[in-house]
């Protein structure tokens, strides 16, 4: 199975912020990034299926590229970032924040979730997807979850993933047996 994974616009928040699972609004240039994005997805014809994030950023984007009803799926969320949602990098007030900087990749933030608990989160998702018989799938989400699914997918390397992080818009091709 072919899996499209794209990932939502730029967002209208303050540069430094972190958003996790907060619903934010899309940035003012929504309208020519997302066409950007319908012009490459294009290229991949048609889908079986599309799942995308309840979230409204991946959402719009979806809607945008013809697709008014996708399927949504919790799973599909970003990562949470609990206490720290909304808070600017630099003004968080926490002892657990340092432990997150020397090891994000494990340490969990306040009251939220790690990057293995995401995987785990996407793995059941992908799992189940692979039970579905699609040939074609598209999902619109956030940079965590398409991570996630170069690693589920054999893309790159634990060591390797966040130098794999796609920019806004970005779009990631995987396979699934």
């Known amino acids: 199975m072919e899996v499209i994974l794209i990932r939502h616009t730029s967002v209208a928040v303050e540069k430094g912020t972190c958003y996790g699972q907060t619903d934010v609004p899309v940035a003012a240039t929504f309208e020519s990034?997302?066409?950007?994005?319908?012009?490459?997805?294009?290229?991949?014809?048609?889908?079986?299926a599309v799942y995308c994030s309840p979230l409204t950023r991946?959402?719009?984007?979806?809607?945008?590229?013809g697709y008014d009803s996708p399927i949504i799926d919790e799973r599909l969320k970003e990562i949470n970032m609990g206490d720290w949602e909304m808070q600017k990098y630099d003004e968080i007030k926490d002892a657990n924040l340092q432990r997150w900087y020397?090891?994000?990749?494990?340490?969990?933030?306040?009251n939220g979730e790690s990057f293995p608990m995401l995987y785990q989160r996407m793995k059941g998702f992908l799992d189940e997807l692979r039970t579905k018989g699609h040939r074609r799938v598209a999902i619109f989400a956030h940079g965590g979850i398409l991570l996630c699914a170069g690693l589920y997918a054999g893309l790159f390397s634990w060591e390797e993933s966040m130098k794999h992080l796609a920019g806004y818009g970005g779009?990631?091709?995987?396979?699934?047996?």
């Open 102 to 110: 020397d090891d994000y990749m494990n340490v969990a933030p306040t």
């Open 58 to 65: 991946a959402r719009m984007l979806a809607t945008y590229c």
């Open 33 to 48: 990034e997302a066409r950007q994005v319908l012009e490459r997805l294009q290229l991949y014809g048609s889908f079986d």
């Open 171 to 177: 779009i990631e091709r995987i396979e699934l047996p």
